[in-house]
């Protein structure tokens, strides 16, 4: 039978053997980003609730976990952002309860973090990798086009707050953007605001697949190099 929620195992750069687990349709998120391999979002939207009906998630969770693949993560990621899924802290409870051997990925564009509940929806995760692509409001609304009422400030908000409430591990994730958010400007603001974080594992990312406008190019590996040693210890994926 095939999997309605979940995807792969796929083979991941960062992540190795990953299950994926979608719990939204498509393409529902509060960003538009202009690098995303999913498309242009067609539901623009900061409402919060159960998407897909938990019990059934948790089910299919069981029924495939339950014949002991080999994995390395199961990851939340998908279509848009898992924490706009109101059940996710269930389920992520059940994955820690019912199957302790299998470590949890949350992959997150941040704008949820701020928001009461959702870090402790997410905190039994091991791993938890949110984005941060822009530091001014002009980056931020030209790379993720975000929904009116979210402004990078929210973003940077509830970064902060996960470092500070949540004891698991965090990789950072800045994707590069040719002429919008690799500027000395703005290299400078995220210096800035990376030094408050104290977030160990900060990685750079570039275009590896066609985003959701055709103008974004991939940026060459010297050029990401500068911009990770001007940023400080930060990684190139």
């Known amino acids: 039978m095939q999997n309605k929620y979940l995807y792969g195992p796929v083979l991941s750069r960062r992540l190795g053997r990953s299950l994926g687990v ?4 498509g393409k529902t998120c509060s960003l538009d980003c202009i690098y995303c391999e999913r498309g242009k979002t067609t539901n623009l939207t900061r409402e919060r609730k159960e998407y897909f009906p938990t019990r059934e998630v948790i089910q299919e969770l069981e029924d495939f976990l339950g014949k002991n693949p080999g994995l390395d993560f199961v990851t939340f990621s998908g279509l848009g ?21 299998y470590k949890v990925a949350v992959i997150t564009n941040a704008t949820f973090l701020n928001e009461p509940g959702v870090i402790d929806d997410i905190k039994q995760a091991d791993l938890i990798i949110p984005s941060l692509d822009a530091v001014s409001e002009y980056a931020f609304s030209i790379i993720n086009r975000p929904h009116a009422d979210l402004h990078s400030k ?30 000395p400007e703005e290299l400078k603001l995220f210096k800035k605001v990376l030094n408050t974080f104290n977030i ?3 990685q750079l ?20 190099k500068k911009i990770a040693l ?6 190139i994926v």
């Open 230 to 235: 001007s940023l400080g210890d930060v990684e």
């Open 154 to 183: 929210d973003v940077i908000a509830g970064i902060r707050k996960l470092r500070e409430s949540f004891s698991g591990e965090i990789w950072l994730e800045i994707f590069i953007v040719p002429g919008v958010n690799d500027t």
């Open 22 to 25: 979608n719990l939204t349709p």
């Open 200 to 202: 160990k594992k900060i």
């Open 81 to 101: 952002e898992p924490t706009m899924h109101s059940g996710i802290g269930e389920i992520i409870r059940f994955l820690k309860e019912c199957f302790p051997q």
């Open 205 to 224: 990312n570039s275009l590896d697949r066609p985003g959701a406008v055709d103008w974004i190019k991939p940026v060459e590996k010297e050029h990401l």
